[in-house]
């Protein structure tokens, strides 16, 4: 199995030279940081990934946590995994001194879990969901409940879920039936069901907190009437100890990849006596819920790239060793094969993995620079990032999950029969990789969100500040011989873009809903494909100011690689909206909102 799972210098590449993360460090918030400590944090998630995530890939898709008993049993190396991030202050390593965290930028937290990710999708998971848990009580949670959970979940001894999902309501939200009771001892009565909950039991972990969305009894219908509340497996029984509180896991899910985390479905208050504590004022809880499903599709963007990139780079190790076939132009039967490398259209499958894992790292990175400097300044200029980042956010999240799975096919392509072969890890990672369509919000929902909200809100703020944004690297890169074909081929598809955009919210203006958001998915890839050439025209860029330099040989193989690789994306990926375009300019006709149920076979 190949020891590579994902470039180093590639994420240097984009943290250092691209977004200049070190210059993060000019602002008070970070001051206390260098490019020296962020490389240690790289080093550190490298170590870990190496020592204790990579060496169990395989074992823990072979042997997926079991349901014996009611109890939920897994693989020892998540509590490893918790144990290790714990103590090394990882679990929290963004949230500020005051709240025993390091203030380490989004950034470079970013590239950790994207290396984790990487390494063993599965394992990176158990840390992680503990960090989105624990900072939503931190932004929205009383000052009782951060000292109760958070000190624990930081230490990686208690696990933290999110809690959405009913069998009954899947992205409807509107149809929520677990419902809270008022008391009046302070808590609330939870009664209810969810369903594909990751890591919300197993037995080798102190204690699971959930953050559970709820209706209070009585509350207004609809998504206004969504509470958030923390429903731990275990509650505090007032004497130091922790006492059962009628949380019941009554199933596990078995999946066809993502094998190592439990998904489970938990019963709340069969006995009547679940306890829950209100997070923040009532009828808030899906606001404050979307800001962990913001960063969790962030993350499931991170974790599609990084499945993809270690597919990209075991496919890469492969076909430089496999000899087999002569070049083409070849006369003579009897001269030594060649590496498979050496072929055209497998160069063609490598270079669409690249495009695609490199791509979609650098759109990952840009919306984790907008965080960061969505944190350490104020006004208009907080604003723009923070509606850079809500607009990108969907694109972050399906993109990658998407064209990764193309990509992990294509690595499992290049090794012929034995890609669908276990003896090798392609089969595993197209089966991780099949969850990130799916979870925190299909690929549908994100096409509704970018189409339907985030195109028109602030009367389509976000959007031309993005078009601001593109337009700088197009006149950057057409100060470039290199880049100056690609920067005016994006200059062509922001207009095709715009004309697109325009087309539909046409239809929105004239009250036509539901032709305006049926094709939302093929806007969302239209969109996705020039995001990502945008990022790529950036990395061409920075590539062809850093050769101008006369960089030492293995940098200057790596930039030219960038280079090439961005022409590929122009020239083989770029160009596949032409037809999305035709297509969505005829959203009007209606074809599959006129299809009835009834008419299929």
Known sequence: MAEKFISLRNLQFLLYEQFDAAALTKYPYFADHSKETFDMVLETAMRMARGILFPALSVMDKEPPEFRDGKVFVHPVAALVMKACGEGGWIGAQAPYELDGQQIPNSIMTAFRGIFSAANYSASVYPFLTTGAAHLILSFGSKGLIETYVPKMFAGAWQGTMALTEPQAGSSLTDLATTAFP??????????????????????????????????????????????FVVPKMRPDGRGGLAGNDVTCIGIYHKLGYRGAPITQLSFGDNDDCRGWLVGEPHKGLRYMFQMMNEARVDVGMGAAAIASAAYHASLEYTRQRPQGRPIAGKDPLAPQVPIIEHADVKRMLLFQRAVVEGSLALIFQCAQYVDLAMVTEG????????????????????????????????????????????????????????????????????????????????????????????KAVAAGRALPECAPCAEALAASVSTLKEVTTSLTGLALKGEIELFLADATLYLEFFGIIAIAWQWLLQAVTAAKALAASPDAADADFYRGKIHTCRYFFAYELPKIRGLAARLKESGDGLTVQMKPAWFD
């Open 183 to 228: 008391t009046a001892e302070g808590y609330y009565r939870i009664k209810g069901q969810k369903i594909f909950i990751s890591c919300s039991d197993y037995e080798s972990t102190g204690n699971i907190v959930n953050l559970l969305i709820a209706r209070i009894e009585g509350a207004p219908p609809g998504v206004k009437g969504i509470s958030l």
């Open 380 to 471: 208009e200029e907080k604003e723009k990032y923070e509606l850079l980042l809500d607009l990108l956010t969907p694109i972050a999240k399906s993109y990658p999950s998407e064209m990764g799975i193309l990509s992990v096919s294509q690595g499992l392509q290049c090794l012929g029969g034995y890609g669908y072969c276990d003896e090798f890890p392609l089969e595993q990672y197209y089966r991780d990789v099949r969850i990130h369509p799916i979870h925190e919000g299909t690929t549908g929902i994100q096409g509704m969100d970018l189409l339907g909200r985030k195109v028109v809100m602030k009367n389509g703020k976000a959007l031309f500040l993005y078009l601001a944004e593109v337009e």
